[in-house]
Antibody, heavy 121, light 109 residues
């Protein structure tokens, strides 16, 4: 079964750090581009970051650039999001998602169930 | 890039058709045929319905269709069913090589 499972969420104080992980299974992880997407309480979806299949191309939303770092380990079938200098507005459910087209055009066909990050001020 | 603009809510009766609009700019929706649509039941993972403006992934019902004109993309749901009640989001590739989502539309059946 094709699956993405996020972990690493939790409660952290403003200014603190967290590292999210996303474990992939059921497909050849190293051939797909991956993304992080979040949803704040009562709000819509917000794209956060992208990494190419090789890890060489990386993009960020303006709201997290300079604070968050996306990475991947294809040998471990895993995607990561290192989140530093966290703010209250980073409170959200964080989803990892697969871009299935291979063209980096952001069509997300597989999503995890999400991990909750709460930043207390 | 600011969030794409969607109506907050759309409603319809079973069997009817509804259309959800998604308005962007010439730096995203208007300049690229890379618009996707997602169905999201709260508490579950979002589901891809449409990609590249009008293509359906395998397994998605043909009751869902997509189109685009200028800076506005649209999702049409025909033969509305109770299980279609959910939140719907559009997204687009942007000129900054990033992605932007729409504001979301709550569909009520």
């Amino acid at each position: 079964e094709v699956q993405l499972v996020e972990s690493g969420g939790g409660l952290v104080q403003s200014g603190g750090s967290l590292r999210l992980s996303c474990a992939a299974s059921g497909f050849t992880f190293g051939t797909y581009e991956m993304n992080w997407i979040r949803q704040a309480p009562g709000k819509g979806l917000e794209w956060v970051s992208y990494v190419s299949h090789s890890g060489r191309a990386i993009y960020y939303a303006d709201s997290v650039r300079g604070r968050f770092t996306i990475s991947r380990d294809n040998a471990k079938n895993s995607l990561y999001l290192q989140m530093n200098s966290l703010r209250a507005e980073d409170t959200a459910i964080y989803f990892c998602a697969r871009d299935f087209t291979g063209r980096g055009v952001y069509a997300f066909d597989i999503w995890g169930q999400g991990t909750v990050v709460t930043v207390s001020s | 890039h600011s969030a794409l603009t969607q109506p907050a809510s759309v409603s319809g009766s079973p069997g009817q058709s509804i259309t959800i609009s998604c308005t962007g700019t010439s730096s995203d929706v208007g300049d690229y045929n890379f618009v996707s649509w997602y169905q999201h039941h709260p508490g579950k993972a979002p589901k891809l319905l449409i990609y590249d403006v009008s293509y359906r992934p395998s397994g998605v019902s043909n009751r869902f269709s997509g189109s685009k004109s200028g800076n506005t993309a649209s999702l049409t749901i025909s033969g509305l069913q109770a299980e279609d009640e959910a939140d719907y989001y559009c997204s687009s590739y942007t000129s900054s090589t990033t992605a932007v989502f729409g504001t979301g539309t709550r569909v009520t059946v």
